[in-house]
């Protein structure tokens, strides 16, 4: 598949635009749009990603790397072109048409309409099947997300094609597991099952309403309390890729203000020092952010169970385990049941020999009370090591075995969380005493020039710690919240129990409930089906692209950390450079992309930066290997230069060079010119 036409209208800095992109074929799969920094690279990824994913955007916009911390309707309103309601044009659109094959595809346009004063109002979806660039047949706009899953791309995968080459380079940071764990739900589809399992017990709930119940309000309290949390669990999630994303914003600020400093002679002919205490300082940050997850992690997890006695713990886990056995054993009669009452009947049936003289009434009673004694005689007494009674029935499948290991290996001393509390005590030091030494570095300062920058920089390393600490506060906040959500959803299963116990004869209820059971059982043990193959993919596609042969392979845990380990087996420890993070991260997508399965066109932005030569000629192999693939580059032209673009020349599909230019009070105009790029034409 391959994206063959792009048209804006009013979007941003473009009034009126049509790219026309050729289908990758002779080899020539890349499409390279270039453009200088705020001509409107980026907006044509957030064309791709608001024209075809609407609202559901948004949070993708921010986990490829693109800055989307404001609404739907606040994006949009900012999106329309600066000049367009001052002409009467109180519309903006986004046509993006894709091809499936050689002569058919899709046209998807969508439009928004705003009122005079620029409030987004309404919007509308226009759907069309192609051939041969031709529209032949209306869709409905209902069907749009039908569409680009089995057609394109769902947008739960869109952050892996399309993205922002630079910024997403956070991803390496092995901190960040959320985001991996992000990747390979949207990857597995986890978010659409627990979609499914949501509409499932709301449809279990409406279903049975009119029944007699069991505790009808609490049934349907619990479940609105765990929907109400599942919800505050997607909205912490998506508050966390934007602080992160804020944070390594402000990080750069900070890197970037250093370099001023520098450059203005303010190592004070140090500078190497200077640069050296920073990036030890920003090294010494992420540990302390790591040794505090530890410590949490430690006294979150396993402390509290030091509270319980030790004989209270064997006794739960006896119990647990005569529970398991007294559910195998359960099981076991159960399905041997339907073979009773075959028997039973089988046995009245029977012509020979004959009763003789028939079986009265009480006799025949009497027959079937024996028969039932006699089944009931092969389960019982329960055989030794079954529980009598259910006590813990809240703790459903493989969740019991897990519970039963955790008790059995728990182990704490007061020597491990020691070690973690002088770990934190030595890296707070380290990072005042940095920052001083840093204070203490002289500088030359004729104008105030130097001493305005130090302050500048010293009010971001303030913002640096502010969301430092918010992001902390955040994923404390969301780690609480997940324990309300297990504790939820297994009082909720408990209750829905006793529900469906109570109202047998809703067949399809009991069908739906086995369901969500599936589905919670299934969600734990998805992880471990992709992360070896997510492992090995980015483990292939790093080594192509680092010129260093020191990583043998990436190692990723269930959990989503990651790690680099050497030919001896070893991990590697070592601090990653800008340009090593940018592969990882790069490696990261790449790896979900591969095991994906879907062969999308990729659009990367700012796709070179801060890369050296090598690591750059690598990862531009990388973007043409498969010649079938076609890749959008947006670059400046201090990226993809001269020199480069001659390496790319028999690879390059089409070109397009962006001009802008000012129409007046701060609002300007792009225009995209085809087969040129920064004075080279095709």
Request: one cysteine or more; hydrophobic letters at 35%; charged letters at 25%.
């Amino acid at each position: 598949m391959w994206i063959s036409r792009l048209e804006l209208i009013n979007f941003k800095s473009y009034q009126h635009q049509v790219f026309e992109f050729p289908s990758p074929t002779q080899g020539k799969n890349v499409i390279l749009i270039g453009g200088m920094n705020g001509y409107g690279k980026t907006t044509i990824l957030e064309a791709l990603y608001l024209g075809l994913y609407g609202k559901d955007s948004i949070i993708h916009l921010a986990r490829a790397g693109i800055k989307g911390d404001v609404g739907y309707p606040v994006f949009l309103e900012r999106a329309l072109h600066g000049h367009a309601l001052k002409t009467k044009r109180d519309t903006m659109s986004v046509t993006v048409q894709f091809n499936t094959n050689e002569n058919e595809g899709f046209q998807i346009t969508r439009k928004w309409f705003f009122s005079p004063k620029g409030d987004w109002k309404d919007e509308e979806i226009l759907i069309y099947d192609t051939r041969d660039g031709i529209r032949t047949q209306t869709r409905n706009a209902e069907e749009i997300e039908e569409i680009l899953d089995q057609y394109f791309v769902p947008a739960h995968l869109a952050p892996f094609f399309f993205f922002d080459g630079e910024e997403v380079k956070r991803l390496a940071d092995h901190n960040r597991v959320e985001q991996i764990k992000m990747g390979m739900e949207g990857l597995l589809g986890v978010v659409l099952l627990r979609k499914l399992e949501t509409r499932l017990q709301q449809y279990q709930t409406n279903k049975s309403q009119g029944v007699p119940k069991v505790d009808e309000e609490k049934h349907r309290q619990l479940l609105e309390e765990l929907t109400q949390h599942e919800q505050q669990m997607e909205e912490m999630q998506r508050k966390i890729v934007l602080a992160d994303g804020e944070l390594g914003t402000l990080k750069a600020e900070r890197t970037n203000l250093m370099n001023r400093v520098m450059a203005l002679g303010g190592g004070g002919g140090d500078i190497a020092n200077a640069r050296d205490i920073v990036e030890e300082m920003t090294h010494a940050e992420i540990n302390l952010k790591k040794c505090q997850d530890n410590l949490e992690q430690v006294l979150g997890s396993r402390l509290p169970f030091h509270l319980i006695s030790q004989e209270a713990r064997d006794a739960y886990v006896a119990q647990l385990k005569a529970e398991e056995e007294r559910i195998k054993w359960d099981t076991r009669k159960n399905s041997l049941e339907p073979d009773k009452e075959k028997f039973v009947s089988r046995f009245f049936a029977e012509d020979a020999p004959q009763f003789n003289p028939n079986l009265t009434c009480e006799q025949h009673t009497t027959v079937v009370q024996r028969l039932e004694a006699a089944w009931e005689s092969l389960f019982y007494p329960l055989p030794d090591g079954c529980a009598e009674e259910i006590v813990h029935d809240y703790i459903h499948g493989m969740k019991r075995q897990r519970v039963i290991g955790l008790m059995e290996n728990l182990s704490i001393g007061a020597q491990d969380i020691l070690v973690f509390l002088e770990q934190r005590d030595s890296l707070n030091e380290k990072i005042r005493s940095l920052r001083n030494r840093l204070s203490k570095i002289e500088g030359i300062d004729r104008d105030g020039t130097l001493t305005a920058l130090k302050a500048e920089m010293d009010a971001v390393n303030g913002k640096i710690d502010q969301k430092q600490n918010e992001l902390s506060d955040i994923e404390k906040r969301t780690a609480t919240l997940q324990v309300d959500i297990n504790n939820g959803r297994s009082n909720y299963q408990r209750e829905h129990e006793k529900f469906l116990k109570a109202n047998p004869v809703k067949s399809d209820v009991a069908r739906a409930e086995r369901v969500c059971k599936l589905i919670s059982d299934l969600i734990p043990s998805l992880y471990s089906l992709k992360v070896n193959r997510l492992a090995h993919a980015m483990t292939t596609v790093f080594q192509q692209l680092s010129h260093k042969k020191q990583v043998a392979r990436i190692e990723i845990n269930e959990a989503g950390k990651s790690r680099l380990i050497s030919f001896e087996g070893n991990e590697i420890t070592f601090d990653k450079s800008a340009g090593e993070d940018q592969l990882f991260a790069t490696s990261l997508l790449a790896g979900l992309a591969e095991i994906s399965g879907i062969k999308a066109p990729l659009v990367v932005d700012t796709p070179l930066a801060r890369l050296d030569s090598n690591h750059r000629k690598n990862i531009l192999n990388y973007w043409i290997s498969d010649k079938s693939r076609q890749v959008f580059l947006l670059s400046q032209d201090k990226e993809i230069d001269a020199s480069v673009l001659n390496e790319l020349k028999g690879s390059i599909a089409q070109t397009y060079l962006l001009q802008h230019q000012q129409i007046g009070n701060g609002v300007g105009m792009t225009t995209a010119t085809k087969n040129t790029y920064f004075g080279v034409q095709q």
